[in-house]
C-alpha cells in the first residue's frame, strides 16, 4: 500500500480532504491527520475493529490506551460516564488546545481504545482540520502520534509518510504543527488531579484552575498502577540516534565535553538556543531561538532531520528551569534515556 497524500491548503482542497477523511473513516480505515500537537493516526473511536488497524499499523503494544479526539463538550460527554465540575473548568480554559482529561469511560468507548481500562483520555484539538472531520463523521477519532510505536512523534505530513508510508491508505497534510510536542494528559479520577504527561499547558496554568495537583514523576505509585500511562515509562519520543543533552560555554567546551562521550565531533549534531558554537568540525549545528514555545514547535523536526542525516550522536543544549520549559525537558530526557 502507498498512501494517498492531500493537502488542505486553499479552501477547496480542504473541503475535499475533510471528504475523503470522513468517507475512509466512516468505511472502518485509518487515516493520519494533522492536529496542533504532532500528526495524529485516526479511526472511528467507536468501532473497535477500525481502532485494530491502529494499533496493527504503529506495532502499538496493546497496553497502551489511546487518547479519543472530540470537537465539542457534548461529544466528550457522551465519551465518559461523569463529567466533573473540574472538567468542565478545564474545558473552558484550555479547549479546544493541547490538553488531554482523563475519565471513566463510557460503554461506547470499545475496551481496545482504553487497552482493558476504565477510563478514557478525552482531547479537543484546535487544527481547524481534525475538527471539521469530527463534525463531518459525527463520532469521536481515536488517535494516537502517527508514528510507529516508540519512534519521534512526526510533526508534518512528511515525517509520517517515512515512517508509515507504505501502511495506511491517506495522510493529510496539515502544514507544521503549532505546538510540536504532544499534549498534556490530566487525570481527573484522582483526588487532587495528577498529571500524567507533561506538555505545553503545564502545571502552574493547570493549578490555576484546579486549585490542586500532584505530577506523576512526583507521585508515588502502587504497584502495577504505574502501568496507567504507559507512554511515561518507558523510553519513549526516541530519536534513532544516541541524544545528549549538555550545558557549554562555548565550542572547546563543548568538544571536550563530547570527546568524553567516545564519539567523534565530526558525527555530532549540535541543537543550541544560547550558547551557539561555532560548526567547524560538527556534522552541524542548527540554531533554534531561546523561548520555550518556539524551541517546542521546532524541537521533533530538527531531531528527524539529525537521523535522517545519519547522525551517531545529537547533543541539545540544556533547557531553562521554568515551567514553560519542563515538558520540552521531559521529552529530551525520554529521548536520552
Ligand atoms: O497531543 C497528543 O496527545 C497526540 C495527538 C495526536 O492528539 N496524541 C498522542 O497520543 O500523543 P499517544 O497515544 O502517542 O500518547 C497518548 C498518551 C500515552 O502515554 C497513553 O499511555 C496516555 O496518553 N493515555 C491515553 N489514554 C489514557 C488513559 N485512559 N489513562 C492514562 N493514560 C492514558
Ligand atoms: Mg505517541
New binding site residues.
Given amino acids: 500500500m502507498t498512501a494517498e497524500i492531500l493537502s488542505t491548503y486553499t479552501a477547496v482542497l480542504f473541503d475535499a480532504a475533510v471528504r475523503r477523511t470522513a468517507e475512509l473513516l466512516r468505511a472502518g480505515e485509518v487515516v493520519a491527520l494533522p ?1 496542533e ?6 479511526a472511528n473511536a467507536l468501532d473497535a475493529a477500525a481502532v485494530a488497524k491502529i494499533y496493527e499499523a504503529k506495532g ?1 503494544p496493546a497496553h ?4 479519543v ?1 472530540v470537537a465539542s463538550i457534548e461529544l466528550a460527554r457522551r465519551c465518559v460516564t461523569h463529567w466533573p465540575v473540574v472538567a468542565d473548568k478545564l474545558a473552558q480554559s484550555f479547549w479546544p488546545g ?1 490538553l ?1 482529561m ?1 475519565l471513566p ?1 463510557s460503554p461506547e468507548i470499545p475496551s481496545l481504545v ?2 482493558g ?1 476504565a ?3 478525552v ?1 479537543w ?1 484546535s487544527h481547524p482540520f481534525i475538527q471539521a472531520v469530527i463534525r463531518e463523521c459525527g463520532f469521536p477519532l481515536a ?5 510507529l510505536s516508540n519512534q519521534l ?1 512526526p510533526t508534518n505530513a512528511e515525517h509520517v509518510r517515512k515512517q508509515l508510508g507504505d501502511k495506511i491508505p491517506l495522510i493529510v497534510d496539515g502544514g507544521q504543527a503549532q ?1 510540536g ?3 498534556t ?1 490530566i ?1 481527573l479520577t484522582s483526588e487532587p488531579p495528577t498529571v ?2 507533561p ?1 505545553m499547558i503545564h502545571e502552574e496554568s493547570l493549578i490555576a484552575v484546579t486549585g490542586d495537583l500532584v505530577s506523576f514523576q512526583k507521585k508515588k505509585l502502587p504497584g502495577d498502577e504505574t502501568l ?5 515509562l518507558q523510553q ?1 519520543y526516541a530519536p534513532k540516534a544516541r541524544l545528549l543533552v549538555l550545558n557549554w560555554q562555548n565550542g572547546t567546551d563543548l568538544k571536550s565535553a563530547i570527546s568524553n562521550q567516545q564519539s567523534a565531533i565530526r558525527t555530532c549534531h549540535i541543537i543550541a538556543h544560547t550558547n551557539i558554537p561555532s560548526d567547524e568540525g560538527f556534522a552541524s549545528v542548527s540554531v533554534i531561538p531561546h523561548d520555550a514555545e518556539a524551541f517546542a514547535r521546532a524541537i521533533y523536526a530538527e531531531l528527524h532531520r539529525c537521523d535522517e542525516a545519519g547522525a551517531e550522536l545529537i547533543v541539545v543544549e540544556a533547557l531553562p528551569d521554568a515551567p514553560e520549559w519542563r515538558a520540552i525537558a521531559d521529552r529530551l530526557q525520554r529521548a536520552a534515556a
Fill in positions: 492536529t500537537t504532532v500528526y495524529g493516526l485516526a502499538r497502551n490506551p489511546i487518547i479526539h493541547p488531554t482523563v469511560k482504553t487497552a481500562g477510563t478514557v483520555g482531547r484539538p488517535a494516537p502520534s502517527a508514528n512523534s505546538v510536542i504532544e499534549s494528559v487525570d500524567l504527561r506538555g496507567r500511562s504507559p507512554g511515561l519513549h
